[in-house]
């Protein structure tokens, strides 16, 4: 049987809230001030703490250091409830790790949707703990894929992240694998069972019949002309799972604030409707831009800002992994030579992968990111017989046609081989941005062997 301790010194609240945690299947023990509770901790480990913010000997925040982890690195859920209305106390208690927040008066059916995602003991920390275990080493998390000290970095964030309830924003450039990342995050939640609703903000048509707001929150019949039915919103059909919102800064000012206001009240009201209908779903933003600078341009709005960075995760560009690149390209071609089987279009050995076409791949800047790589490797692949030999199917102004393409060096006859080398050397880690591990690659050396040979190029021009 779970267990659950209650830090409440209202004691009408305290009754309450034990007797729904007992009918629910837990064990509860109680405390009315942070002095109590720690004591209580002392004896037993909770599986999950609820927890008022205002004590009579501080703030419910100050009980977190004293908060036992479940092994393996797992964070015990904390629901922080709370009177206040502003949101300032819950962010804060977001970002040092709670699991979710409840405004008071405590609205029973959310506390009891919160409560059937409690683990058991060590349920959902032991499956994160496997995942780590197996899938990393090969460079697959979840979707996700890579193992370069970057994207292990982001497979921290989302582990920690993921078995929270509090909104997350993503950032990265265009083809970086925000959804991806979402997906991921909602699948090692424990909402994996609801559903993952995604929608890209900047497709909104402008003059469609549909609004934005109906689009996020639904409308009733006849609210609008041509809306002959009720339709349920994204808020609606995200209900008990998780809704992406991509591209959000792309939504005006006032949607922004629709959205914030539902998210802290917990409640929404479809377009045309006069009743506020309760909401359970998470919140997984994503950007291109850097938040701070769409907060700073007027793109995003401050509070959603606010209540979004309590977590967020950079997704890093494809040229921050050059561990990466190869690794990627190889799936995609296994993923090409599996799909082809599967539609009977190869009857042969599958298709396989030449040393100069990796090459190629690490040597490119990609602008577009993985999604631009998946894309020229299709290409590539179409184009190629048994062996993929070259990116370059479309030299005549393909997409991505930069990198090291167009970079050559003159010879003269009779320079001396140590000087050839040395301007190769320098050509090299110009065209890749001074990056040595992916200059190394190109040359078809070691990084450490170009590094003695930059050593000795400083020595003789010193």
């Not at 419910?60 to 479940?70: A, E, F, I, K, V």
């Not at 950032?171 to 979402?182: F, N, P």
């Not at 890093?316 to 279009?345: M, Q, T, Y």
Request: with cysteine.
């Amino acid at each position: 049987m779970p267990h659950a301790l209650i830090v409440e010194d209202d004691p009408n609240s305290l009754s309450g809230l034990s007797a729904i945690l007992t009918a629910d299947g837990f064990s509860v023990d109680t405390a009315t001030t942070l002095a109590e509770a720690r004591s209580a901790l002392t004896r037993f480990i909770p599986d999950v703490v609820l927890i008022d913010l205002n004590l009579p000997d501080g703030s419910g925040l100050d009980l977190l250091p004293n908060l036992p982890s479940q092994p393996p690195d797992g964070a015990l859920p904390v629901i922080v409830m709370t009177g206040n209305a502003t949101v300032e106390s819950a962010i804060e208690g977001l970002r040092h790790g709670i699991w979710d927040y409840l405004l008071k008066p405590v609205n029973i059916p959310r506390l009891r949707r919160l409560l059937a995602r409690i683990p058991r003991p060590y349920e959902l920390t032991e499956e994160v703990s496997a995942l780590r275990q197996t899938l990393r080493e090969l460079g697959h998390f979840g979707y996700m894929l890579g193992r370069s000290v970057a994207m292990q970095h982001v497979y921290d964030l989302i582990e920690h992240t993921a078995p929270t309830e509090a909104a997350v924003m993503i950032c990265g450039e265009a083809g970086t694998g925000k959804k991806i990342a979402a997906r991921t995050i909602h699948d090692l939640s424990r909402r994996r069972k609801g559903p993952f609703v995604t929608f890209d903000c900047s497709a909104a048509r402008d003059g469609s019949p549909r609004s934005m707001e109906s689009i996020l929150f639904g409308h009733e019949r006849n609210a609008y002309a041509g809306a002959e039915n009720r339709e349920p919103g994204l808020l609606e059909q995200a209900g008990g799972g998780t809704l992406f919102l991509d591209q959000i800064d792309s939504l005006h000012a006032a949607q922004q604030e629709a959205l914030l206001r539902s998210i802290d009240s917990q409640t929404f009201m479809r377009v045309g409707g006069s009743n506020r209908i309760m909401t359970d779903f998470r919140l997984i933003a994503a950007s291109r831009m850097p938040v701070r600078e769409a907060v700073a341009s007027g793109a995003l709005r401050e509070d959603l800002f606010q209540r979004l960075s309590a977590s967020s995760i950079m997704l890093p560009p494809l040229r921050e992994r050059d561990d990466d690149i190869a690794l990627i390209s190889e799936a995609f071609v296994d993923e090409l030579n599996r799909e082809n089987h599967i539609a009977g279009i190869t009857s042969g050995s599958p298709k396989r992968i030449s040393p100069a076409f990796l090459r190629e791949c690490i040597g490119n800047e990609w602008p577009g990111n993985v999604r631009e790589l998946r894309e020229r490797v299709r290409r590539a692949y179409h184009a190629s017989g048994e062996t993929i030999e070259t990116l370059r199917v479309d030299e005549q102004g393909g997409i991505g046609e930069r990198g090291l393409n167009s970079r050559s060096v003159q010879v003269t006859v009779g320079t001396a081989l140590a000087d050839v080398e040395d301007m190769l050397i320098r050509a090299t880690l110009e065209a890749v941005g001074g990056t040595r591990h992916r200059a190394a690659t190109l040359l078809g050396i070691s990084p450490k062997t170009l590094y003695n040979k930059l050593q000795r190029m400083k020595l003789e021009s010193s």
